[in-house]
């Protein structure tokens, strides 16, 4: 960490924006010995909010079929495998709606709540509104002249090109081509609080410690090669005093609107929604009374999610957190917006053909076997502008490319199916005609909206093709099984006509 | 250790290939969605000390008069036996179906299915997690709730009653002794 620089002067007008790394509700809620860790750390160093005692990469393992890369943890994690969970700045509210609450990431998590089951909920998705809180999953910034070009090192996304207020859905790459995780980049609209190049990016809360491994031993090489106090170096900092909250379903952005949000650098300016396409994002205040007393600091207001419906994803100053939730669901009113958790999330983003970190994608999956081929920028394939140049681009570029073109293509691939009878759960064997094995399930349940059983997972490259007629087993029985092009339900973003 | 040595039996009679033991072990009825495996497991454990230690102290006291009385399990199905004591009735408990959230498939034994207890002879399913249910005792099945295919809500709405799962011609009868009361069920699921 000796070549972290400290963090460079912010104006003071900035403040209300700035991501201060300390008085964290993750922290204060930690055991002692993991503050004394911390505050032992220069407190202006990137990584000294990084709490995990860091995975390291010991081995990388290279066979005929796959890459694996083996993790050691020195010790305890942060994953919460040996902890107690940590509980989000919401975690009162969802008690008080009868959340019922499970570990996940680390911290505990409402599955869902006593109004709704999951599949009423889910549906209240599809049709109304709900508030997700996402806390638990992991915000950072990434700052700096040069931040673009460190994180198109780690990425085969176009950075440099991302206009301001711009997101991108993006991969963490092991120098396998492999997947470290998913993520989504978005490069943050300037203002007085970002006078420099910051991209904001979400990961996932269970890969949390090996993220910041990954992203600290990367970083380290990146900021040794350039001078102590060189301002081409990159601050990096875990946004662990922000919370996230999820407004999902058509009738988010009416909700939304109606919470009057507060845009441009004096906070005067009313944020007009209409304007705000799916993939970008915002800075913004919001009142948290009709009447304009209290105005929060900033929210990152993006219109993203992970439902396949329109919304938002607000990245919420922690002790406003609350305040905020309480204010959309008052808003809202029962008749439009409810709360909702892990379940329907699951089985929303799941009909949205959305995968899910440690389950549809791994340490061993690389980007064309997910499916997510179209998250290598063509700036960064072969012939583009910025051709490689990021890890395991050797590859991913000769997976992506074109088989017509000579391209070598991959073994498996990633695809929906919609099974009979049963549902196909995580572990579930799909087999061909004649009984043998082609692929596995990692994802699967009865979709709520569809009525169907909707699942995904990998079979042999070949096998790939809507309509193609599968087998997978559950409990023993084979049951029928068609390969179904993805999204299972139409997605809803609200793009520019 | 009964428990556990029939869920392995469950494991190689039902799910050969498909699904490896560590998979129907974590299936139970108040697992939450795919990554809870734990939560099954750890309750499993609790559960298997307990049932080991209750069939110690329970051999060797005659329960004939007792029998007929509606029984439960730790995996929380419940089994009734009729008056000629040969025929069982068993499904899921009011505890498990609130617990499991809104069933939307019961996968039901097929007839003339011969099974040990704990084997697993169905399934129910919700959205977030698909569950065994494991019968309490030994025996043939002899019927299964066809009603279910069509309404497996009805599980949620009265799992003691209408929405029974499978009859079962017993075995042995004896193997009831080792099961819990209303009263003993009760306070299991209250712990």
Excluded at chain 1, 317 to 327: F, I, K, S, T
Excluded at chain 2, 112 to 139: F, H, M, R
Aim: proline share 5%; hydrophobic share 35%.
């Amino acid at each position: 960490m000796a070549s972290q620089r400290t963090a460079r002067a912010v104006s003071p007008a900035a403040n209300c924006f700035r991501l201060a790394p300390c008085r964290t509700y993750a922290q204060l809620a930690r055991p002692a010995w993991a503050r004394a860790a911390r505050s032992s750390r220069p407190a202006s160093s990137p990584l000294a909010t990084c709490d995990a005692k860091p995975a390291r990469i010991t081995s990388v393992q290279n066979n005929s079929n796959y890459h694996k890369v083996v993790l050691r943890q020195s010790s305890s994690s942060a994953t919460g495998e040996d902890e107690p969970p940590l509980k989000t700045p919401l975690f009162d509210l969802h008690a008080e709606y009868g959340a019922k609450f499970v570990p996940f990431g680390g911290y505990t998590m409402p599955v869902q709540y006593s109004d709704l089951s999951v599949s009423e909920s889910h549906k209240w998705t599809r049709e109304k509104a709900s508030l997700f809180d996402v806390s638990h999953m992991v915000q950072h910034t990434f700052t700096g002249p040069t931040a673009p070009a460190f994180l198109q090192s780690i990425t085969p996304s176009a950075l440099s090109t991302l206009p301001p207020g711009s997101s991108t859905l993006s991969v963490l790459l092991h120098p396998t081509g492999c997947i470290v995780d998913d993520t989504v980049i978005t490069h943050l609209p300037p203002s007085t609080a970002f006078p420099e190049p910051t991209f904001y990016t979400v990961t996932n809360a269970g890969t949390r410690a090996k993220d910041l491994a990954y992203l600290s031993s990367h970083l380290d090489v990146w900021n040794t090669e350039r001078a102590d106090g060189d301002s081409e170096q990159v601050i990096h900092t875990v946004a662990r005093e922000r919370g996230l909250l999820a407004l999902q379903g058509p009738l988010a952005a009416e909700i939304l609107s109606e919470a009057g949000l507060l845009t441009g650098e004096q906070g005067s300016e009313k944020l007009d929604l209409n304007t705000l396409y799916f993939s970008s994002c915002t800075l913004a205040r919001m009142p948290l009374s009709g009447k304009g007393e209290g105005v929060t600091g900033a929210l990152f207001v993006s219109r993203a999610g992970y439902t396949g419906e329109d919304g938002f994803e607000l990245s919420i100053p922690a002790d406003e957190l609350a305040a905020v939730a309480r204010r959309l669901l008052a808003l809202g009113g029962e008749d439009r917006l409810r709360l909702a958790g892990l379940g329907a999330r699951d089985s929303l983003r799941l009909e949205a053909g959305m995968c899910l970190y440690g389950h549809d994608i791994d340490d061993s999956t690389s980007p064309a076997e997910a499916g997510l081929a179209w998250v290598v920028a063509k700036e960064r394939r072969f012939g583009g502008k910025e051709e490689g140049g990021f890890l395991g681009a050797e590859r991913v570029l000769e997976e992506v490319k074109p088989k017509k073109e000579g391209g070598k293509g991959v073994s498996r691939r990633r695809i929906g199916l919609i099974v009979e009878g049963a549902p196909a759960r995580e572990g579930a064997k799909i087999v061909g005609e004649g009984g043998e094995e082609v692929g596995v399930v990692t994802s699967g349940c009865p979709s709520p909206s569809t009525g169907k059983n909707i699942a995904m997972g990998y079979v042999k490259d070949g096998l790939q093709k809507s309509g193609t007629e599968l087998g997978v087993l559950v409990r023993g029985k084979k049951r029928k099984a068609v390969v179904t092009k993805m999204p299972f339900v139409e997605t809803k973003y609200y793009r520019k006509a | 250790m009964a428990a556990r040595v029939s869920i392995a039996r469950a494991a190689r009679s039902l799910a050969s290939s498909a699904a490896p033991p560590r998979q129907l072990r974590s299936s139970g009825l108040l697992c939450c969605g795919n990554g809870a495996a734990w939560q099954r497991s750890a309750m499993r454990a609790a559960a298997l000390e307990k049932t080991s230690l209750r069939q110690e102290l329970r051999r060797g006291f005659a329960a004939s008069a007792t029998a007929r009385e509606k029984k439960y399990t730790e995996d929380h199905e419940w089994i009734e036996l009729e008056a000629s004591g040969k025929i069982g009735t068993l499904g899921i408990t009011t505890y498990a179906s609130s617990a499991l959230g809104d069933v939307v498939f019961i996968e039901l034994p097929e007839l003339g299915l011969e099974v040990n207890a704990g084997d697993a002879i169905g399934a129910v399913e919700s959205v977030k997690s698909a569950s065994d249910i494991l019968t309490p005792v030994g025996g043939t099945i002899v019927e299964a709730n066809g009603a279910l295919e069509d309404k497996p809500a009805n599980v949620n709405r009265d799992p003691e009653g209408e929405a029974w799962i499978a009859r079962i011609e017993v075995r042995d009868a004896k193997e009831l002794d080792g099961l819990m009361g209303k009263e003993e069920y009760e306070k299991f699921t209250s712990e």
